[in-house]
């Protein structure tokens, strides 16, 4: 029988930058080394070299949480031993002492409970909870990103077919959001067919709220968006219009740019032909004005 084993979680100083000392230097107390000795100790026949009796793996774990409520006004240390999946006992700051959960973790609970080992627990509030709470405060719970919104429409196949609006909200931390959709200014309940929020891996989180409708031509839907990163809401707008209207609106802006090009060109050849004058002194002239006693060039100017 096998055992992986999660050791306390204890920091390790490393050596100051520059001193040439790159070996860590673990700040486990020696409770919790002996901690380890004694779950260990627990398990005989868990290190035992025979494993005919079972090819079974399981795994210890040692688990320490801190819970926050408003802010750091109330800190709650917990303190969980799992053995397999089953926790086995546990110290909870709020009750002052430990409990175990079944007859495997009561020698535990009974070791934890002793004044050397509470008067360690106790301690762990501020010297575990606060030091990391003030240490990790701007990358983990007080960090804000703000997120991206744009609207998306997919069309339905025919009239009788409500159409589908998605607004998506991404790249945004923490979790909580408020995204909802208007239209005309009046929010949007029912239609709203999905709400779905998901983690991108990146300790960023996105959102789509997806509203089926019937759009009617000069319809105004909003998707607002309210976020603790966000001093005001974020509002993107999508104006309903019917397809002839935008056939019409298609073509004015074709005929818009090829005037354009036109007037542009225009300009370009009348430039060309004011300043530019192209003269030539033809010989057919020069012999013809000889013959009549004539010293007149004739100039072709184009």
């Known amino acids: 029988m096998g055992l992986c084993c999660l050791l306390p979680l204890c920091p390790v100083l490393t050596g100051e930058a520059g001193s040439g000392s790159r070996r860590g230097r673990s700040t486990c107390s020696a409770q919790s080394w002996g901690n380890l000795t004694l779950v260990l100790s627990l398990f005989p026949g868990v290190l035992s070299s025979d494993v005919k009796a079972s090819r079974e793996h399981?795994?210890?774990?040692?688990k320490s949480?801190?819970?926050?409520?408003?802010?750091?006004?109330?800190?709650r240390y917990l303190k969980r031993l799992i053995w397999g999946q089953q926790e086995i006992c546990y110290y909870d700051s709020d009750l002052g002492f430990s409990v175990a959960r079944t007859e495997l973790g009561r020698p535990i609970a009974e070791y934890w409970n002793?004044?050397?080992?509470?008067?360690?627990?106790?301690?762990?509030?501020e010297k575990f909870c606060s030091y990391n709470h003030r240490r990790f405060e701007n990358i983990t719970v007080g960090r804000q990103v703000k997120p991206r919104v744009k609207i998306s429409t997919l069309k339905a196949e025919s009239s009788h077919h409500p159409s589908l609006l998605v607004c998506a909200a991404t790249g945004f931390y923490p979790s909580e959001i408020a995204t909802k959709w208007l239209k005309n200014g009046q929010e949007e309940t029912a239609g709203v067919v999905s709400r779905e929020l998901l983690h991108n891996g990146d300790w960023t989180f996105q959102i789509q709220v997806t509203l089926e409708t019937k759009p009617r031509w000069g319809d105004v839907y909003t998707c607002q968006v309210e976020h603790v990163s966000l001093q005001t809401p974020i509002t993107m707008q999508w104006v309903a219009q019917s397809d002839s209207a935008k056939s019409k609106m298609f073509v004015g802006i074709g005929g818009f740019v090829l005037g354009l090009i036109f007037m542009v060109l225009g300009l370009l050849v009348y430039q060309k032909n004011k300043k530019g004058y192209l003269c030539l002194d033809t010989a057919d002239?020069?012999?013809?004005?000889?013959?009549?006693?004539?010293?007149t060039n004739l100039l072709l100017c184009a």
């Open 58 to 62: 399981f795994l210890l774990q040692e």
């Open 65 to 75: 949480e801190c819970h926050y409520t408003n802010g750091m006004q109330q800190v």
């Open 114 to 125: 002793r004044l050397e080992w509470l008067s360690y627990l106790w301690a762990s509030v």
């Open 285 to 295: 002239s020069q012999a013809a004005g000889s013959d009549r006693g004539s010293t």
